[in-house]
């Protein structure tokens, strides 16, 4: 039998004919772009007619990328073969099923499309009788093992646990938009819906900062687009707005600094998206959640551009989008991030009225200043590491430190560090309760923002623990690290 991997496709199986072809070749070029960033050289995809097949010799080191391709429903790591008759492929099912079923219940789904001489039920019933002698019986309901079988034609596929994807669209089939990022919780975790609806996202961040603060998002940016965005290299605009800030802390009135700071973000962002062709600009505003997006509020941001505006998070909690930040991993380091969101001391306006809005005065030189000093990135942002992290005395007192790899197992193989242990990052969460509270755990992926979630995951329990990035650590830790090749796993 030969391994492979059965994808199905969610909303783009509800398109008509006419268009579905089109979504279809999209969600090819994604996979396609999917596998080559995972280093995956042999490789055949083969569609069934609305089911595609991916064959492909080590299914499971591609699970995690698979995960987080838009466009994917869900998937099962399955085993592929072809058969004559009712009776040859009852046979492998036997030699596929048998070993796994053994003393447990069990269940048999069958799924068939073309014509045969059998029905989906009776084949259900068929190998659930050739494999009944060896397990523990049928259990229709909750099973310990799904055996599902697809007949397509004359092939089979067989496999007994489904995972799921991110759904939603393929990349780039809903256009290009431009995203106001901060780095901070919520505009990653806007980035990441519309990524998965298939949005082609470009990045702006407005500079309030000093030099540290880009670095702080770039860190944030970098993972953000190297796990969620295919087909496609986004690109980041960022944008110095120091003396914009220091005009508004200057001449508004303190109770409009707020809706002044987002009338320029939105005028800047109007701005470059229709430089960068954009259709539209998004933000992770949420309503009600600070005094500038109010409905009343928002409502007068309206009229001060002409694009529209996507919020993909318009109607979440803040609770909510900080636990869909730690399910994407960003929220140990966006909350690195500092924001420069308060200019205001005391009450803030959060109904506007025209009288009020007269008061702020003409910001369209500052804004244009801001917009001309801009620089633009295509692909990863450059940053700097940071010097090297350090446990106290006390904590160092007794506790030996063990370097652990999180990045992807191909990651792993290709470049491997010299670390006590690999486990990539998905099973690092599934494992947290293995780790100690008398050890000191440093853990490594590419940008430092996978490990430092995992480190903040592990500190809430009371472990001692840190993320870096691959380059911190071959800088700082190396030598401290035993000089050895690891497996992945």
């Known amino acids: 039998m030969e391994p492979c991997i059965l994808l199905r496709y969610g909303e783009i199986g509800l398109k008509s004919k006419r268009t579905r072809g089109h979504f279809e070749s999209l969600y090819v070029k994604a996979l396609e772009d999917a596998l080559r960033k995972q280093g995956v050289k042999q490789w055949k995809l083969k569609n069934y007619g609305g089911r595609f097949v991916l064959f492909t010799a080590e299914p499971e080191k591609i699970t995690d990328i698979l995960q987080r391709l838009p466009g994917i429903q869900s998937f099962s790591v399955a085993k592929y073969c072809s058969f004559s008759d009712k009776k040859d492929v009852l046979e492998k099912v036997y030699a596929y099923a048998a070993p796994l079923i053994t003393g447990k219940t069990f269940c048999v ?3 068939r499309v073309g014509n045969h001489t059998f029905t989906s039920q009776e084949l259900e019933q068929e190998a659930g009788a050739v494999l009944y002698p060896h397990s523990a019986g049928v259990q229709l309901q909750k099973p310990e093992v799904l055996l599902s079988l697809e007949v397509r034609g004359q092939d089979a596929f067989f496999s007994t646990k489904t995972l799921f994807g991110l759904g939603g669209l393929p990349p780039t089939s809903s256009g290009k938009v431009l995203l106001l990022f901060s780095g901070g919780i919520d505009s990653p975790v806007a980035a990441y819906h519309l990524l998965k609806r298939g949005c082609q996202v470009d990045f702006l961040f407005i500079n309030l900062l000093e030099e540290k603060a880009l670095n702080d998002v770039a860190r944030v940016y970098n993972y953000l687009i190297s796990q969620y965005a295919f087909s496609y290299t986004p690109r980041c605009f960022v944008v110095p707005a120091r003396k914009l800030v220091e005009k508004i802390r200057k001449d508004v009135p303190q109770r409009l ?39 009343e509020s928002l ?10 505006v996507l919020r993909p998070l318009l109607s979440f909690d803040k609770i909510e989008i900080t636990q869909l930040a730690q399910k994407i991993g960003t929220l140990a380091a966006s909350e690195k991030v ?8 005391g009450p803030v306006v959060t109904k506007p009225n025209i009288a009020l809005l007269q008061k702020i005065p003409d910001l369209t030189m500052e804004i244009q200043e801001a917009v001309t000093a801009q620089q633009s990135f295509t692909g990863f942002l450059p940053f700097e590491e940071e010097e090297p992290i350090s446990f106290s005395a006390e904590q160092e007192s007794g506790q030996e430190l063990i370097c652990v790899d999180v990045r992807p197992q191909h990651q792993q193989e290709a470049a491997p560090l010299p670390t006590e242990l690999s486990k990539p990052y998905p099973f690092v969460l599934e494992e947290l309760d293995a780790f100690q509270k008398d050890k000191r755990y440093l853990f490594i992926c590419d940008f430092g923002v996978q490990s430092e979630q995992v480190a903040f995951l592990l500190r809430k329990k009371g472990i001692t623990a840190a993320g870096i990035s691959v380059p911190h650590f071959l800088k700082y830790f190396q030598k401290a690290a035993p000089q050895q090749q690891t497996a992945g796993g």
Request: glycine share 4%; aromatic share 6%.
């Open 109 to 111: 789904r069958v799924r």
């Open 299 to 308: 409502q007068f941001l309206e009229q001060v551009k002409t694009l529209p």
């Open 257 to 295: 600094r707020q809706l002044a700071l987002k009338t320029c973000f939105y005028k800047i962002g109007e701005q470059l998206a229709k430089k960068d062709g954009a259709l539209a600009i998004a933000t992770g505003e949420a309503l009600s959640q600070k005094s500038t997006q109010t409905l």
């Open 338 to 345: 500092k924001e420069y969101c308060n200019l205001s001391e």
